[in-house]
């Protein structure tokens, strides 16, 4: 009834529901609880990710880009920066680590162990800034990396490249190896440096990834691409 009392509502069992019945508020757990069942999620719930990681190298990186590089190198792969925003990686994990200006310079791999990020670290730590660029070159090397890895259906993989966007070559070649891999591979964007987004957005959108700005928060970047894995 208009401007009435409003009418109780009727108990109903089937859905559990009775207005009459006192409802007791429900304590939340304790801080430092939530936080060891998000670790415990982290490190020993999760499937393990198969991450293949590209770095730009290149002369358009050098200087701030490189800079800011070396600083992603050493929080992803230090145990207790990255676990303080739940991106560790764990001795399940295994991660590529291609540097690459032209061509992929090298190519480096380790589990998710602490020794491995260690020497993963070192190894991007000694990279210089130089030469030309070609980031559809590595995530090639990167693809058949994945593809090749044994035991390829118990992890989630990914490709990140980490460059500020400006690349020669062309992705045709790439995305015709993606699509016959027998696997989809997101291959997502870091920007750094002065960073040019329109050739990493295309490469996201046509692998159903995304791209990040690396010089913002870094965290959140790396958060949301290792959530999809």
Not at 48 to 55: G, N
Not at 145 to 171: C, E, F, H, Q, W
Request: aromatic share 8%.
């Amino acid at each position: 009834p208009l401007g009435g009392a409003a009418i109780q509502a009727a108990a109903e069992p089937d859905w559990n529901f009775d207005p009459g019945r006192l409802v007791t508020s429900i304590r939340m757990p304790e801080p430092a609880v939530i936080r060891t069942a998000l670790n415990l999620y982290q490190e020993a719930l999760r499937k393990p990710s198969l991450t293949a990681l590209c770095f730009d190298f290149s002369g358009s990186m050098e200087d701030q880009g490189e800079k800011q590089l070396q600083v992603a190198a050493q929080f992803l792969f230090t145990p207790e920066k990255a676990s303080e925003v739940l991106v560790q990686w764990t001795p399940s994990d295994h991660i590529f680590v291609l540097p690459f200006d032209s061509v992929v310079r090298d190519t480096f791999e380790a589990g998710g162990d602490a020794a491995g990020q260690s020497q993963l670290l070192s190894d991007v730590a000694v990279q210089r800034a130089g030469g030309g660029t070609d980031m559809y070159a590595c995530a090639q090397q990167a693809l058949q990396r994945i593809t090749a890895t044994p035991n390829l259906s118990k992890y989630l993989p990914a490709i990140v490249i980490m460059t500020d966007g400006r690349t020669d070559g062309s992705p045709a070649m790439f995305l015709a190896q993606w699509r016959q891999a027998p696997v989809r591979v997101p291959v997502f964007g870091i920007t750094f440096g002065d960073a040019d987004k329109s050739q990493l957005d295309s490469l996201a959108k046509a692998t159903s990834a995304r791209v990040f700005d690396g010089s913002g928060d870094l965290a959140s970047a790396f958060r949301a691409a290792r959530g999809y894995n």
